[in-house]
């Protein structure tokens, strides 16, 4: 023990107890990167999306063509699930224009409702004949089943959270063989469940896929499992059963070590993977020129070379069928263009991947880089340790970058420079806190010598205030009282009421943003504004402003359920408090605003004014909440949504889709909004293809249907722009933006 406290010393002595601390924050912080935390994955994570931002994939073939069941689609040939004739149609026609390959993102797990014997059976007052006629046609399914079998088609299957069946092992499944270690099932993504096709068309298939999609922990879709297990069957993803196809693979080989997973194998090819079996997806920009819609492909009006010795992926970009993604480069990119820019980087060999020595050289550069702050940043002037410290993230920068746009290797330098800077700044403090000891003896020293005054400043640099902000993705909440003037009025005689009225529902309603994580910016009277994501991070925060949004109206109904009752009991008028609210998610400046004397923590930018607008116009649309595009997309998956319009609002010059908050997951899956929902994506797709009488249709079929009355504000206010587009027909290359006249 003794011994250890010299041997302590002497390099406390030798080598200073802040570089002893930087040596331990080296084997620290390489610990860390071993162990691999969240934190340090999102830093990572983030770093490779940057790269994809800066640099996509540049498209030098387009081999995949994609043919969209899009809002033209489904507003022609009805909602969906179509007929499985028509699908057999689409097959039929893809294949006479020269497919090479046809891949389905959608899964056929039911026989089709509208299947002869079914319709036999379900009808009503049919006689025996018919239904005897009905019985002997072939099935829907068997129709599919031919044109399958006539072309070459994958069919995709989805992985499930939980077991609905047993796994039929009679029908066909692809053979997946390992090189290398055994065991590496262990490291493939599991699905407990597994949804197939129906046995018809499962069995004449030429390959069957899975189009299930991982997401990371923000919400991002980075990489796509190449190879997966469900309910214990280890099966391609869609992508790789359409390569196996075309290139005439008889096996998948699986590439392993004892890490996991290393690469896939087709005939000719080799995929790099993670140890997941996951590729690291090449993404492009966006192509809308690899797009075709399913209804111009059934009228046989698409341009052949559209077609003809392409991979054709079938899905969807309909906002409602809810197979939106976010990915590195788009933040809505349907989930059927993803499996396309996999086919894509794979046949244009423009992959990307993490090499395996990527641990070792990011170690290596965090233990020589470290060291090198160590020895020379304590013997540096102020100037120099700067210029060092910007050399030495210059060169990780650097480096990484040039393996990426050079080998398409992913090497993160953000772990180094992480590790590089943390001693950096332990360096830093103990500068400080020597400076500090200085200043002490600076102030004994010449206190007898100079003014207390001369004396603080020579010990103290003196600071300014500096009043400044940052821009971060921020959810924006606007809420004010419909009709406040006229209930004040009513206690115009009696200011202390009123006051007491105002903390009356203003104190539920704080009390809300802030349980769901909000920041209260200001009030204005009997309005409210609000926002989320600072100064906090919030990574769910335009969930969280929806919650808070439905939360505020059962604020608001308890509160007038109360106030109504004491108007009876009391005898005077009863006025409802009824409250507009608009949301919308965007880039803001946050910080300290305002003078010398004072400030307050706020924000600015377009995205709050648009917020303030969609409030405004929340009575005109007859829903008490609002939202702009970017919020309802984060937000689709947990609350009732409506597509409401597609705006100029007043003193933006780029439109904006703006959508209703209906009610929470309980009434998205309710039959009475689905119902709705569908008579207003049908009305908007007439409108703004300028199918005048075909939206007015729409909107007469929704009045007839359950709880429509919340619609019939939104239903005259297309009816009346309608009446008068009949009469002035709008200009050329309108694009259904409404210009709203206030703000």
Not at 141 to 168: H, P, W, Y
Request: glycine share 8%.
């Amino acid at each position: 023990m003794k011994r250890l406290k010299i041997l302590r010393r002497w390099f406390a002595r030798k080598l200073g107890f802040a570089r002893l601390m930087c040596l331990a924050l080296l084997v620290v912080f390489a610990g860390a990167r071993l162990w691999d935390p969240p934190p340090i994955q999102e830093l990572r994570l983030r770093t490779f999306d940057m790269f994809q931002l800066i640099d996509p994939r540049h498209k030098t073939v387009r081999p995949v063509t994609i043919v969209d069941i899009d809002d033209k689609s489904l507003a022609k040939l009805g909602q969906w699930p179509w007929p499985r004739t028509r699908i057999a149609d689409l097959i039929q026609n893809l294949t006479n224009n020269g497919a090479v390959a046809i891949g389905f993102d959608v899964v056929f797990s039911e026989a089709d409702r509208l299947n002869p014997d079914l319709v036999a059976s379900q009808m009503r007052y049919l006689d025996d004949a018919t239904r005897a006629k009905l019985r002997e046609l072939p099935s829907n399914d068997q129709i599919l089943a031919d044109a399958i079998k006539r072309s070459r088609v994958i069919l995709g299957e989805t992985g499930q959270r939980a077991i609905s069946s047993e796994v039929d092992k009679t029908l066909p499944f692809t053979g997946v063989a390992t090189v290398g270690e055994e065991g590496a099932e262990r490291f493939l993504f599991e699905f407990p469940g597994l949804l197939r096709n129906v046995p018809e068309i499962e069995k004449v298939a030429a390959g069957r896929g899975l189009f299930s999609i991982k997401t990371e922990r923000d919400g991002l879709i980075r990489r796509v499992p190449m190879i997966m297990r469900a309910q214990g069957m280890v099966m391609p993803s869609l992508s790789l059963e359409i390569l196996r196809v075309v290139t005439g693979t008889p096996t998948l080989l699986v590439r392993t070590d004892k890490t996991g997973v290393r690469a896939v194998r087709l005939k000719g090819v080799e995929i790099p993977t993670d140890r997941n079996g996951q590729l690291w997806v090449h993404y492009a920009r966006q192509d809308p020129s690899i797009y075709v819609s399913a209804a111009d492909v059934l009228d046989n009006t698409v341009p052949p070379n559209k077609i003809a010795g392409k991979l054709v992926l079938i899905g969807t970009s309909a906002v409602g069928l809810n197979d939106i993604k976010t990915t590195p480069v788009s933040s809505t990119m349907p989930g059927v263009e993803i499996h396309a820019q996999v086919l894509e980087s794979v046949l244009s060999g423009a992959v990307i991947s993490q090499p395996n020595y990527a641990l070792g050289v990011e170690l290596l550069a965090a233990l020589i880089i470290g060291l090198l702050v160590i020895i020379f940043t304590p013997n540096l002037g102020p100037v120099r340790l700067v210029l060092a410290g910007a050399t030495f993230a210059a060169i990780l920068i650097g480096v990484s970058w040039f393996f990426y746009v050079q080998y398409r290797y992913l090497i993160d330098f953000t772990y180094p420079l992480l590790s590089t800077t943390a001693i950096y700044l332990t360096l830093i403090f103990a500068s400080f806190v020597r400076e500090q000891r200085q200043r002490v003896q600076i102030r004994g020293m010449f206190a007898q010598y100079m003014s207390p005054v001369l004396v603080e400043q020579l010990a103290q640099s003196p600071e300014k205030l500096v009043l400044g902000g940052e821009e971060r993705e921020m959810t924006i909440m606007f809420s004010d009282v419909r009709g406040f003037t006229t209930i004040s009025e009513t206690y115009k005689h009696d200011p202390q009421g009123l006051i007491a009225l105002m903390n009356r529902f203003l104190t539920p309603l704080t009390d809300v943003i802030i349980d769901q994580k909000g920041y209260i910016d200001k009030y204005m009277g009997d309005a409210i504004m609000a926002f989320w994501n600072a100064p906090l991070d919030d990574a769910e925060h335009e969930v969280n402003a929806c919650e808070a949004a439905i939360q505020m109206l059962e604020k608001i109904d308890a509160v007038n359920k109360d106030r109504e009752q004491e108007a009876v009991d009391g005898g005077h008028v009863y006025i409802p408090l009824n409250v507009g609210i608009g949301l919308n998610t965007g880039i803001g400046v946050v910080g300290n605003m305002g003078s010398d004397l004072k400030k307050n923590y706020s924000v600015l930018g377009d995205s709050v004014n648009l917020a303030s607008r969609l409030e405004g116009q929340s009575k005109e649309y007859g829903f008490p909440i609002i939202v702009g595009s970017r919020t309802a997309l984060a937000a689709k998956d947990k609350f009732a949504i409506l597509e409401l319009d597609f705006i100029m609002v007043k003193g933006k010059t780029e439109p904006e889709v703006i959508y209703a908050i209906a009610g929470r997951a309980d009434v998205m899956h309710s039959g009475a909004f689905q119902r709705l929902r569908n008579v207003t994506i049908e009305m908007l797709a007439c409108y703004r293809s300028r199918d005048w009488q075909g939206a007015l249709d729409a909107i007469e079929r929704g009045r007839r249907s359950e709880d429509a009355d919340t619609l019939e504000k939104l239903f005259k206010l297309y009816e009346v722009r309608i009446k008068e587009f009949q009469v002035n027909p709008p200009p050329e290359g309108w694009t259904g933006a409404y210009a709203l006249l206030t703000k």
